[in-house]
């Protein structure tokens, strides 16, 4: 079937209005056209580096010395400071312009990414991924802010169809990509590989991007950016510790097990206290709409549902995923090329029903696709508890490709729910609060599900287990914890709407609309 270009859409294409007459065509100024798909590239990029991690990991275990604990922290901080920096890019989208915000983002990935490639160690490939995450985290709001803000309603839909195309292709080619380099190179050529690219989208985005939108001489709350950071770090870090005590001799663990649970529930309560003010805060703030991360947007019932769901979704998505190459390489026993290609029917048949999926929803709404989603999202995960050392590799492969359609029925319908419920001026405040929770719900994911990996590994090598047998122990746990933390997902898909695409603000003066 032939794609069509965003601004061709002729009134067949077009879903029926309320009262069953057609919309009239709709159309896209190739201008904006051009922005969307520049940042769309950009974005490919970014995920394209997240998602080549995941493969990595045993490898960097190896050849830095260090714990699956440790390891899992490049991934844990890259999400975690997207988590910390999202929150700003509502501010700073409406501060700054489309192209500054566009040059600063790619600016700080281009950076990291040369550090990771030019790093001798653990705490420079930290640091680096840090820098790197902080590009990213301004990226994806910016392009879906941008997205919502110059795409007609009628076909936002479809719109984030294409966008599942870059955010599926992407985590298709990395892991693949991974493995193919770390047969045959080392671990940073990894980032060798990304940097030309991302220097590329960095210099012809600069040429081409305009300006889109108004800006505002709002100031920055520096007290905000301060909570923001010690609530959802704390948080994380807090659930990183969860069998962090698991090593060394007798007397060695029980000690190690007891500072960890320390740390634990220091950081848990630092972090709650830490986002109890932030909220208050932004509380404060916004009634002179001074807010860095408006709250308002929560007036929405229908956002706050789509958020939740999104929530529950990357919390065990992404937990699951980031020990599945743990698990393949160190209970099955292949190598890292064999596992990135296990990915890639899954992340491919993802990207394929994109476009499908966002011509559904623009005409039939959110029911009929969540609902099969959740329900094929957690029987996969489900299914994934009964994995052992000799589950054949191609059954790994289908569920996996299985698990990605589901997940495929979901992300569509809840990123265009989420924001259309929304004012358009709330549009920026919408994306950073649901890219937040997404990353945040994920880091916080693959803390937990490693913690607990980490634990059961522990306890069945006490226990007198060898070690092939102990891993088998510990990935089990961790698929058992992803299944148990997705059930919430089943009653989710039943309540979230479709919004009206043409918004009435019922709330008042700076209400976003409830649906």
């Known amino acids: 079937m032939a794609a069509t270009t965003d601004t061709d859409l002729t009134p067949s294409d077009i879903p029926s209005s309320s009262g069953g007459a057609r919309a009239a065509a709709v159309t896209i100024p190739a201008r904006e056209s051009r922005v969307i798909w520049l940042l769309l590239a950009a974005a490919f990029v970014a995920i394209l580096n997240e998602t080549t991690m995941g493969v990595a990991i045993p490898h960097l275990i190896r050849d830095l010395g260090i714990t699956p604990l440790a390891a899992q922290w490049l991934t844990t901080a890259f999400m975690l400071t997207m988590a910390v920096v999202i929150p700003i890019t509502g501010f700073l989208l409406q501060r700054f312009t489309t192209r500054a915000m566009f040059i600063a983002a790619m600016g700080l990935f281009s950076t990291g990414t040369l550090i990771a490639f030019l790093s001798p160690g653990f705490p420079m490939l930290l640091v680096a991924r840090v820098v790197q995450a902080s590009g990213t985290a301004i990226m994806m709001p910016l392009l879906m802010t941008t997205l919502m803000t110059v795409v007609p309603a009628a076909i936002r839909g479809r719109m984030m169809g294409r966008v599942s195309i870059v955010m599926s292709l992407a985590p298709a080619i990395g892991p693949t990509l991974a493995g193919a380099i770390l047969n045959n190179f080392e671990w940073r050529w990894i980032f060798g590989v990304v940097l030309p690219v991302a220097l590329v989208a960095l210099f012809v985005g600069a040429r081409w991007i305009h300006n889109l939108g108004e800006t505002t001489k709002a100031p920055i709350d520096v007290l905000s950016v301060i909570l923001s950071a010690l609530g959802f770090g704390g948080l994380v870090f807090g659930l990183s510790q969860l069998g962090a005590g698991g090593h060394g001799g007798a007397t060695d663990a029980a000690a190690a097990a007891a500072t960890a649970t320390i740390t634990l529930v220091v950081s848990l309560v630092v972090g709650v206290i830490a986002l109890l003010l932030f909220g208050w805060r932004q509380i404060v703030l916004q009634r002179k709409d001074d807010a860095l991360l408006d709250l308002r947007v929560f007036r929405s019932a229908n956002f706050s549902l789509s958020i939740a769901q999104m929530g ?154 060898d070690p092939a047998a102990a891993q088998a122990a510990g990935t089990h746990a961790a698929f058992v914890t992803a299944a148990i933390v997705a059930l919430p997902m089943l009653v989710g898909a039943f309540l979230v709407r479709k919004p009206a695409d043409d918004l009435t603000h019922a709330g008042g003066e700076g209400t976003p609309a409830a649906h």
């Open 312 to 465: 529950v979704m990357s919390m065990a998505f992404f937990g699951a995923i980031t020990v599945v190459p743990y698990y393949l390489q160190d209970v099955v026993k292949i190598d890292s090329l064999t596992t990135g290609l296990v990915v890639l029917p899954g992340a491919l048949a993802m990207g394929l029903a994109g476009p499908i999926i966002g011509r559904i929803y623009d005409r039939r709404g959110t029911t009929i696709l969540l609902v099969p989603g959740a329900i094929i999202t957690t029987a996969m995960l489900w299914v994934y508890t009964t994995f052992g050392a000799t589950t054949p590799v191609w059954l790994v492969a289908v569920v996996q490709t299985v698990l990605s359609f589901g997940l495929a029925l979901s992300f569509t319908p809840l990123f265009t729910a989420s924001l259309g419920s929304l004012e358009p001026r709330f549009y920026s405040y919408g994306s950073a609060v649901l890219g937040t929770l997404q990353q945040v719900a994920g880091a916080a994911g693959i803390a937990l599900m490693f913690g607990v990996m980490a634990a059961a590994t522990a306890s069945a090598t006490a226990a007198g287990a």
